[in-house]
């Protein structure tokens, strides 16, 4: 079958637990994290483009306002890699309809290049199994990897080593976003100023988060949420703090700021609180847009084929 385009969706991600080791001599840090891919989509269409055009990239959607349409752009750069990985004599055309945040500590950015990825083994045939797909993925950044495969699972190394974890039922979150992004190098940094002078343990998986997800207990998920860079996240933006007083105060089982953030969620039990805690967090005056996701869910898959 002789392709002109495919539509991938992608998940945004929320870290249900992150724990932080020490700075490495890579500028890295090896961590562990708990991924859940969660309800809120990029649309990556990949087409071929007209000739002579290079790649062409363009955006829209409700968070689409300040995303980057140049080679600094991860999804341009996903294109760039596949097309001289696997000599590709073609121009490829790319558009993002964006509805995660841009650098909200949701993976925005990740999982448009990981649309990419998808996409251009999908238009061209590659054949390329999931492993390979996420091995170039982890070539690009420590998230792509789980744009990719989705679902739940612990991140391991930079995050980008993934085993799948087993989680039951559906989780309801409520999402704070901000007005503007937080850089994840930024908060990395503040995270080792913070802790300048303490020695730092080894990356460590929750094992409370493990057991509440594998007896689908959105209560004990709840208290065993946990971000080693939400400190940090709080320090270079301290309306974050207010942010998650909301949550506590309208009855959130439990909240977290998402990876380096500034995006913060809440679990939430049901329909009501996710109600009450989102008319709340509009009224607070303290965040810049209100949104629902459930999760887990999917990973990149295609949509559509033109
Ligand atoms: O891998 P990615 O490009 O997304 O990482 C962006 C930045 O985040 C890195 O340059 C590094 O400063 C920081 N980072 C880190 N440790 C990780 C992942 C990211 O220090 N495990």
């Known amino acids: 079958m002789n392709l002109n385009g495919v539509v991938i969706r992608v998940p945004g991600k929320v870290n249900l637990g992150l724990s932080v080791g020490p700075l490495d001599s890579d500028g890295y840090h090896e ?22 055009a290079g790649i062409t990239l363009d955006a829209s959607g409700s968070t689409s306002t300040g995303v980057p349409l140049d080679e600094t752009n991860l999804a341009y750069r996903a294109a760039d890699l596949m097309i001289r990985k696997f000599q590709l004599d073609s121009d490829i ?10 650098a909200g500590g949701m993976a925005g950015g990740s999982a448009d290049a990981a649309g990419v990825i998808v996409g251009i ?40 080593q993934l085993t799948p974890v087993l989680s039951q039922g559906t989780y309801q979150w409520v999402l704070a976003l901000s007005n503007s992004g937080l850089s994840t ?6 995270c080792d100023r913070l802790r300048e002078g303490l020695s730092i343990a080894k990356p460590s998986a929750n094992d409370a988060l493990l057991q509440s997800l594998r007896a689908g207990d959105a209560r004990e998920l709840g208290k065993a949420l946990s971000n080693d860079l939400q400190s940090a996240a709080c320090s270079l933006r301290p309306a974050l703090r207010l942010v998650l007083d909301v949550g506590n105060d309208y009855g959130a089982l439990g909240c977290i700021v998402s990876g380096s953030g500034p995006t913060v969620a809440f679990l939430v039990e049901d329909e009501e609180r996710a109600l009450d805690l989102t008319v709340a967090l509009s009224a607070s005056g303290v965040v810049g847009g209100v949104v629902r996701a459930s999760g887990p869910t999917h990973g990149a898959r295609r949509i559509s084929s033109f």
């Open 185 to 190: 190098p930024a908060v990395y940094g503040e």
């Open 121 to 160: 083994d999908a238009l061209f045939e590659l054949g390329l199994s999931r492993d390979e797909l996420e091995r170039i993925g982890s070539e690009l950044g420590s998230d792509v990897p789980f744009g990719i495969a989705g679902g739940t699972a612990i991140g391991r190394g930079r995050g980008d």
């Open 93 to 102: 055309d790319i558009h993002l309809k964006k509805e995660i945040p841009v």
């Open 31 to 52: 961590i562990v994290t708990l991924f859940q891919a969660i309800s809120l989509y990029d649309d990556v269409t990949v087409k071929i483009g007209s000739e002579g």
